[in-house]
Every structure is written in C-alpha cells, then in structure tokens.
C-alpha cells in the first residue's frame, strides 16, 4: 500500500521535492497575480485601504472572467452561485425537502476545468512544437575558430523567444577563406512569446541573406532596419540589435549597436569597457544612420553580448539586477572558458531572481579571444 502511494505521489510531482513543489507554486502564483493585477487603476492607491481593496477584488474577479469565453464565464458564475447557496430546504405541505446545490457548483467547475485543460493541452502541443522550431533556428554550437572559445545560452520567459543570437563565418561569394570573418549578433525583440519569436525567425532569415553579400557592416545593418521598418506594424515591433564582425586573425572587432545593451569588453587586467555606439532600434525608422565602431582584442580579452533580460530580473522586492552588479561580476570571473562564464553570470541572475517569476527573456553570449597560435 505505501509503495502505491509512493509510486502515486511520484508520478504527481515528477520526482520534485517539497521545496521545489513550493518554490514552483509560489512562482506560478506571483506570476499569476501580476497577470490579473497589471489593469488595475494605479488612481486607486490614494483612495482609502478599506475601498481600494475591495475595487482590487472586483478588478481581479472581472479581469479572471474576461480571460474566458462568454460561455465559460456563464458557467464559472453559475457554479459559483450554486456554490453560494448550498443546500436549501423548503416545505410542500406537511412533507419537508432538501436539495444541496454544492454538488452541482463542484461539477460545473470540474467541467469548466476539463474544458480549460483541453485548450491548454492543444495549445501546449502547438507551442512545443514552435519552441523546436525556434531551437532549429538557432545556433547549436560555435563554428570552429580557433582563436576564438565561444559559449551561449538562452532562457526564454515562455515556451518561445523574442531573443535572438546568431554566430557563423561571413564569407561573400569571391572572398578567401582566410579573409572570412565571424559575424555576431544578439537582439531582443520588443514583446514576448509568440509575436516576438515570428519577427526573430524574419530577423534571421534577413541578416543570414543579407550577410553573404559582400557590403560592409553599416550596410548590413542599413538593408536589416529597411526590412525591419516593412514589418514592424509602424514602429510597434521594434527590435534591439547589437551586429559585430571579428577578424579573427587580427582580433579587429567591428560593430553596430541599435538600441541595445551595449556589449562588455574585460581586459585580463580586470577592467570592463562598455562598447557603445549610436543608433536607434531597427524598425522605427527607414534610413536612421547606425554608427559602426571598432576595437581590437588582444589575447585573453572576454566579450560578452546579452539581453536586458539579465539587467532588468527583478527578485521578489521588485528590485533589479543591474548593470552595474553585472559589471562586477564579469570583472572578477576567474581565467576559465567561455562556457564556464556563461554559466557563472546565469547562476548569479538565478541566485538574485530566487522564487521570483523570471518575466522576460534571458540570453548571453560569450566571446573569450584567445589570439593566433
């Protein structure tokens, strides 16, 4: 019998313990609560304690109900009524009756559940299916530089992205392998989920197609923002993008910063120099100039490129984590791989998030220049 049990509970909670069932559940409830809670009227938090939080119910309640169908929320209504009323008793004649309504309240939201759970089924089947999409899009692994050790990961906030990276060897019809350079790119995006992962896969295709044409990096980036501008519903889905080129043999980095946080450059001295550069996000605006920079790495230099989904992780008082604590971070990493940095740097957004929901997209990528043989 405590072997079913056991084998019972272990299929329930998929191996998880206690503390990771209730880490979970509080992230899932404080994420839950800034969904119903993010409409209600800020005007309201100088009105008096007693009023403010009885509207604050009545806001969640009707932002629950609005997030169902006209029908379901009938039902939701329905069953809590039943719910309410419990059981009643009345008399015909001299005969006495009672009927309980609980019953019937408890099978209309076990039906309102079932319905909900057979959307989330399909919808969860269809978005795992975009999240492979999405991981075949993106690189698996670094191409094979060798003065070069690169690394990269990305967490998305839902099943799929608005965060893009991208690193492969640009080489235009005509140019030698020798001269072939590393292009490199990080970008986010503006929204979350499903919007944002259409427009990144566009973003892709674009830079992949436009890259092989031998144009110099200002170029690029000049035919990305036209195409960005035609699909970007006016400048709504703008996206953030930081486009570098690395020689590899002379450590010449090139690069293009539209909007972006700007890539951290760590001398192995320990200094950390902020590479930034003028322009603005693509997509907002048809011939905005981007101004093209450039740095020269030396032997054990550390390149790190990221998404504000780093910076801007809040823990559960609502702070952030900072440029800043990011900074000192990537100025005290140890000498080690560039994997071993990633690694490092998302342990410590991990640490500071602790139980508190991740809701944005988080993605870094490293570069360690290890120089010429």
Known sequence: ????IRDTWRRLSEGLTVQELWTQFRKETTASYRLYTKELDAREQGERKGRTWWRNVKAITWSILVKLSPTRRIILVLALVLTALGRV?????????????????????????????????????????A???????????????????????????????????????????????DRARLLLAIAD?????????????????????????????????????????????EGRRFTT???????????????????????????????????????IPLGIQIGSPHEARSVTLGRGDLLVMYTDGIVEAENEQRQEYGEERLEELIRTLPAGSASDA???????????????????????????????S
């Open 1 to 4: 019998m405590f072997n079913r």
């Open 131 to 177: 999240r492979e999409i999405q991981r075949w899009l993106l690189p698996h692994q670094a191409p094979s530089v060798p003065e070069t050790d690169m690394a990269f990961a990305t967490h998305p906030a839902n099943t799929v992205a608005g965060d893009y990276f991208d690193v492969f060897l640009r080489q235009p019809d005509g140019i030698p392998q």
């Open 89 to 129: 008793e009345f008399a015909w004649g001299s005969a006495t009756f009672s009927f309980s309504f609980r019953g019937w309240g408890f099978l209309l939201i076990l039906l309102l559940l079932v319905l909900e759970l057979a959307d989330r089924v399909t919808m969860k089947r269809d978005m795992e299916i």
């Open 342 to 372: 990633v690694d490092r740097i998302l342990a410590s957004v991990e640490r500071f998030i602790g139980t508190a929901p991740q809701t944005d997209d988080i993605t870094c990528f490293v570069v360690r220049y290890t120089g010429s």
């Open 189 to 233: 995006v503006a929204g979350k989920s499903v919007p944002a992962a259409l427009l990144m896969a566009t973003l892709q295709s674009s830079l992949r197609t436009v890259a092989y044409e031998d144009v110099a990096l200002p170029e690029l980036v000049g035919r990305l923002n036209r195409y960005a501008c035609d699909h970007s519903l």
């Open 241 to 279: 993008a930081v486009i570098a080129e690395l020689d590899p043999k002379t450590g010449e980095l090139t690069y293009v910063n539209a909007g972006h946080n700007p890539p951290l450059l760590r001398r192995p001295g320990g200094s950390v120099t902020r590479l930034e550069a003028a322009g």
